[in-house]
């Protein structure tokens, strides 16, 4: 069974940074793309940030310039860096990674942005 393990969340103020971490229990070569999503209290869940096969990324437009994702294959991790953090990017963080048979979600972790 595949398991993706986020950490990182937290409380920070406005203009804070974090970085998410997404730890899968094999190769992150085996997915054909791993991204960050969200859900905020209310909304449906967004796509945040995406890599593809081929190192492809992108963005949603809100985070753009913002924020990073990274991948860290020695290790199978996944990162999101989240600079000058604003209150509206309050949600639960999900890490996502996709194959050809299925979609793989991690636990979520929360990331409150708030004074």
């Known amino acids: 069974q595949v398991q993706l393990v986020e950490s990182g969340g937290g409380s920070v103020q406005p203009g804070g940074s974090l970085r998410l971490s997404c730890a899968a229990s094999?190769?992150?070569?085996?997915?054909?793309?791993m991204g960050w999503y969200r859900q905020a209290p209310g909304k449906e869940r967004e796509l945040v940030a995406v890599?593809?096969?081929?190192?492809?990324?992108n963005y949603a437009d809100s985070v753009k310039g913002r924020f990073t994702i990274s991948e860290d294959s020695a290790k199978n991790t996944l990162y999101l860096q989240m600079n000058s953090l604003k209150p509206e990017d309050t949600a639960v963080y999900y890490c996502k990674g996709t194959t050809v048979f299925t979609d793989y979600w991690g636990q979520g972790t929360q990331v409150t942005v708030s004074s």
């Open positions: 890599i593809s096969t081929g190192g492809r990324i």
């Open positions: 094999r190769s992150i070569f085996t997915f054909n793309a």
